[in-house]
């Protein structure tokens, strides 16, 4: 099976070859993936609500390290295969299905029922999910940022909503916090695999176009200058 998918990768050109490999070491470089040591995402232990792909031979992993970076034990765990594709309006994984409100409503149901108000959005690559609609790895995460947005769009949205159906009087839009991974299997002889934080900023700085406004499945502009100021207080928000 495991096989199979990462065939169907490679013919539809989304597999894990040298060409990726590079992508990932320059996004390393400008600071887009950002190696995970030591951050907090949940100072107030309150838990973490995880969203991720199901997959057996690599979500296990993923949550581990999580678990260790997280250092509490309370993970709300929501998986769905390719979840982090499906969350974007533009997602090609939403066809009869409307697995993108599906998945917000559980994220937002799961911080009301649990009381979190920190959201951990796992991408991965390879995902057999997004192979099967042809996605790269830019696209991939690009998908995965933009259902990040949306996550801290909506979410709070549907918070307020859920509460006011409960009759619990909401001056305020709750708060959260969304943080995003990117979970690389480098499909190597030692089958390293990694995780990394995904910088919002520096995705979207790196991939604005003229007028300002980032755009799924188009070239990329030429980059910014990298700089060595990896500031994680743009990655948990
Ligand atoms: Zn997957």
């Not at 982090?84 to 911080?111: H, M, Q, V, W």
């Not at 839009?173 to 990694?194: C, G, N, Q, W």
Request: hydrophobic content about 35%; some cysteine; overall charge neutral.
């Amino acid at each position: 099976m495991l096989a199979s998918v990462h065939r169907i990768a490679r013919e539809k050109g989304s597999g894990f070859g040298m060409e990726t490999r590079e992508t990932i070491r320059n996004f390393r470089e400008r600071g887009i993936l950002v190696d995970v040591r030591g951050h907090q995402l949940d100072p107030d232990k309150t838990g973490l609500v995880l969203v991720t792909c199901g997959d057996c031979d690599r979500t296990p992993e993923n949550i581990l390290f999580i678990r260790k970076v997280v250092d509490h034990s309370r993970l709300h765990e929501l998986k769905l295969n390719g979840a982090s594709l499906r969350i974007a309006k533009e997602s090609p994984l939403n066809g009869e299905f409307p697995t993108d409100r599906i998945l917000l409503e559980d994220i937002a149901e799961s911080c009301m029922l649990k009381g979190i108000r920190v959201i951990a959005l796992c991408g991965q690559y390879p995902c057999g999910k997004g192979a099967s609609a042809g996605l790269g790895f830019k696209e991939n995460l690009d998908l995965a940022v933009r259902g990040k947005m949306r996550i801290k769009a909506e979410v709070p949205l549907l918070m307020q909503e859920m509460m006011r159906r409960q009759g619990t009087l909401v001056p305020d839009l709750p708060v959260i916090k969304v943080a995003m991974f990117m979970h690389v299997d480098y499909e190597d002889r030692a089958s390293t695999m990694r995780t990394y934080f995904v910088s919002r900023e520096r995705w979207e700085a790196h991939h604005a176009s003229t007028d300002g406004t980032a755009t799924v499945f188009s070239p990329s502009l030429p980059p910014p200058e990298p700089t060595d100021n990896h500031d994680d207080t743009d990655i948990a928000v």
